[in-house]
Each structure stands twice: as structure tokens, then as C-alpha cells.
């Protein structure tokens, strides 16, 4: 199969592999996120009839009196942990797709740019020195979005200052304001003097929605809502801007400002999705290859599936860890990290798959 280089990009020259259609794929993908959310809310410490499950849902959703014991922990605490679940896998895959578009670079993932180091600042703040305890709830959450916003500052402004947004200063700056980041959350968890408070930071890093509330999905989903419909709004854009600047500048594509909206869009999203659920690994790195692996690298096509898929991934990663270490919970980095390394490696095995703009 001839290939071409453009930048850091491989481009397809021919169409002789096989690709899935797109729409029937990310359509399927929903029908079985959504199934699967349903099916999760069953599986926990106790185990829940999955017609209490239906029921329950239906009577919320209708207005009816719930018809079922079960109805507070469905309802209240497993529901919203599987949509959550569901939705930062989402927003993790779909921050994945725009990094690595962003940077050029097929190996990039939605930390990169040390959003979620500096979101780690935050929450280890608030764990280990009381920060924003008048948040109540939101204290967790809310430290560590003030920090992965603080990060995303920092990193565009040393990236700026040292010549402008080019993809090696972004990934330098990045990579050493993540180390930078992780140092100040590793002093701050060996001068605290709980080992509960170490405990929870080290949990939290792994990612967790155990705390996940129908507050926290409504954010979550708002800020996963927008950054889909203005991805899938100027797709075209970030597939020339995936080639190479000098392409997508012939192509009539605002570079700099594409360059501007990639980054701060995937960085809110990160931030966001840290915030509600803590550090999770290998989502935004693995189901962008996988979904160009089966649709092909044009955005339209891929972005859909990515996000379906991450979503379906998240919910049945969330489940092993609740059921394969019973009664404790397995943090959710932990499990993606056992799946997603022979995945991504498999991949790298396979010759047909590259990193372009062509299908």
C-alpha cells in the first residue's frame, strides 16, 4: 500500500483496506452503551435483579411511584456512576482524538500537556491540607479543576513565550511542567502526616467514579456535549490541520486559530473529566487507534465511533472494577491500564494501521 509523509503524519495513498461504515458502527456502539449502563447498575456489593433496575428507571423517567427496595441505590449511586462512567470515557477518547491531532503524533494521549498533573495539585490539595473546604462536596472536584486550569494557563503561556504554539514546544513544555506538577503533588502527599490522606490521593490519581453524583454528570456531560458538536462542526479543518500546517494553510485553514481552539478545548475537557473522575489512564490513547483502525483517520468518521466506544469501554471497565476485587473496588486506571497495554500493542503490530488524514 503506497504511503506518503507529511510532517509527523502518514497518509494513505491507497484504499485498499477495508474500512467499517461509520454511522452503523458508532450507532451500535450507542445502542450498546446505553444497554450496558442499564445492564452495570446490577453489579455491585449487592446484587440487583435486572428487572428492579428496568423498573425503576422506567417509574423515574415516567413520573410513577418506583415499585422497587432497590430504588435509592439504582437511582442515587449506581445509575450515575455508569452514565458518568460512560461519559468521561467520551470525553477521554474524544480529548484523545484532538491531542493527538493537535500535535501530530499518533502516541499522544489527553495528559500530554499536563492538565491532569496539574489537576492532581489540586485535588492533593484538598486531601491532604483542607483547601476549599467551604466547597463542601465539590472541594475534590473543584481543586482539581482550579488546578488543571491553572496547568493548561501555564503550559500555554511558557509554550508562547518560547517562540509560539508549534507541536514540539507544546509537547516539550508539557512533558516537563508534568514532572514539575507531579514533584509539588508527591511533596505535598510526603508532608502530610495522615496516611489517609496519602491513601486517598494515591486512589484519586488512579481514577474513580465512585463519588459520582447526577450533578457531576450534568457538568460533565454539558462540557462533552459542546466540545463534540464544534469538533464535529470544523472536522474538515482538523483533518488538513492533521497533515501539516503548510497544507491546511494552503487549504485556506485558520491555523493559529485552530491551533488555539484544539488546545483549549481538549484541555477543558480533560480538566473537567479529571475533575470528576481523577487520573485514568489509556482511554484517550487507545480508542483513538482503534476506532481509525476500523473507520478510517477522517475525523467525521472517527470521532463518532471514538466516542461511542470509549463510552461502552469506561461503563464495563467500571464494572471489573467492582466485581474483581469484591467487597474492595479497583481503581479504574488500574483495570485500563491491564487492558490497553496489549491492545496498543497489538496494534503496533499490525502494518495496515497509520496515523493521517487518509482512509
Known amino acids: ?76 449511586l449506581r445509575l450515575p456512576r455508569s452514565v458518568l462512567a ?39 490539595a484538598v486531601l491532604t491540607l483542607g483547601a ?8 475534590l472536584s473543584g481543586g482539581a479543576l482550579l488546578g488543571a486550569l491553572t496547568a493548561t494557563v501555564t503550559v500555554y503561556a511558557v509554550a508562547l513565550a518560547q517562540g509560539g504554539l508549534t507541536a514540539l514546544r507544546l509537547i516539550l513544555s508539557g512533558v516537563v511542567l508534568s514532572s514539575a506538577f507531579m514533584a509539588l503533588s508527591s511533596l505535598l502527599v510526603f508532608t502530610t502526616a495522615s496516611t489517609h490522606s496519602a491513601d486517598s490521593v494515591m486512589f484519586w490519581m488512579l481514577g474513580s467514579v465512585s463519588g459520582a453524583t447526577w450533578a457531576k454528570v450534568q457538568v460533565a456531560g454539558i462540557v462533552l456535549a459542546f466540545t463534540f ?43 473537567v473529566m479529571v475533575a470528576v473522575a481523577g487520573g485514568i489512564g489509556f482511554v484517550g490513547l487507545i480508542v483513538p487507534h482503534v ?26 471497565v467500571d464494572v471489573i472494577s467492582r466485581v474483581a476485587a ?3 473496588e479497583m481503581p479504574l486506571g488500574i483495570v485500563t491500564g491491564l487492558i490497553g497495554a496489549p491492545i496498543f500493542l497489538f496494534l503496533m503490530g499490525r502494518r495496515q494501521y497509520v496515523f493521517g488524514t487518509g482512509s
Open 1 to 76: 500500500m503506497p504511503r506518503t509523509a507529511t510532517g509527523n503524519a502518514e497518509i494513505v495513498t491507497a484504499t485498499s483496506v477495508r474500512r467499517l461504515p461509520a454511522t452503523p458502527l458508532a450507532l451500535v456502539l450507542l445502542a450498546l452503551t446505553l444497554l450496558s449502563i442499564v445492564l452495570s447498575t446490577a453489579f455491585g456489593a449487592e446484587h440487583i435483579p435486572i428487572t428492579d433496575v428496568w423498573h425503576t428507571i422506567t417509574a423515574r423517567m415516567t413520573g410513577n411511584t418506583v415499585p422497587t427496595a432497590h430504588h435509592v441505590i439504582i437511582w442515587d
Open 86 to 124: 460512560a461519559v468521561v470515557g467520551a470525553g477521554l477518547a474524544l480529548a484523545g482524538a484532538l491531542m493527538q491531532a493537535l500535535v501530530r503524533n499518533p502516541l499522544a494521549d489527553p495528559y500530554l500537556l499536563g492538565v491532569s498533573s496539574g489537576a492532581a495539585v489540586g485535588a492533593t
Open 132 to 139: 476549599l473546604s467551604g466547597l463542601g462536596v465539590w472541594a
Open 229 to 271: 458538536v464544534a469538533t464535529m462542526f470544523v472536522h474538515s479543518w482538523i483533518d488538513a490541520f492533521a497533515t501539516g500546517t503548510d497544507a491546511a494553510t494552503a487549504l485556506g485553514v485558520p491555523v493559529r486559530a485552530m491551533r488555539n481552539g484544539l488546545f483549549f478545548a481538549q484541555a477543558l475537557l480533560v480538566g
Open 291 to 316: 476506532a481509525r483502525l476500523l473507520v478510517g483517520a477522517i475525523h467525521r468518521s472517527m470521532v463518532p465511533v471514538a466516542v461511542c466506544g470509549g463510552a461502552l469501554f469506561l461503563v464495563w
Open 326 to 328: 469484591a467487597p474492595r
